[in-house]
């Protein structure tokens, strides 16, 4: 098993930055990517972001791309997404997730393990 544990949410500006951090524990000797999914109320989780295991390879949501970076410390298990000019439609709770594939994929039915969420609000 597999547990994520999310933190770094908070209530921000219109242009403000956040960092977010997931730390895995467990056998995270099985995680390949990792990324982050958000759900604003009343809608569908969506995919923002995802790296490979080396961190070489990331794939980002169209919406973010530019504002958005993903990366990890596989040494300290944490995947980080830094989050810059953020802007109200960004408000959401964001989700790391984890993969045991080898491809980056954008679906979140493919993502095994999740953690608990952690809030991201952006006001105007």
């Known amino acids: 098993q597999v547990q994520l544990v999310e933190s770094g949410g908070g209530s921000v500006q219109a242009g403000a930055s956040l960092r977010l951090s997931c730390v895995a524990s467990?056998?995270?000797?099985?995680?390949?990517?990792m990324g982050w999914f958000r759900q604003a109320p009343g809608k569908e989780r969506e995919f923002v972001a995802a790296i490979g295991r080396s961190g070489g390879t990331t794939r980002y949501a169209d919406s973010v791309k530019g504002r958005f970076t993903i990366s990890r410390d596989n040494a300290k298990k944490t995947v980080y997404l830094q989050m810059n000019s953020l802007k109200p439609e960004d408000t959401a709770v964001y989700y790391c997730?984890?993969?045991?594939?080898?491809?980056?994929?954008?679906?979140?039915?493919?993502?095994?393990?999740w953690g608990q969420g952690t809030q991201v609000t952006v006001s105007s």
């Open positions: 467990g056998r995270t000797d099985s995680i390949s990517i």
């Open positions: 997730a984890a993969d045991l594939g080898i491809i980056i994929l954008t679906s979140s039915r493919v993502y095994e393990y």
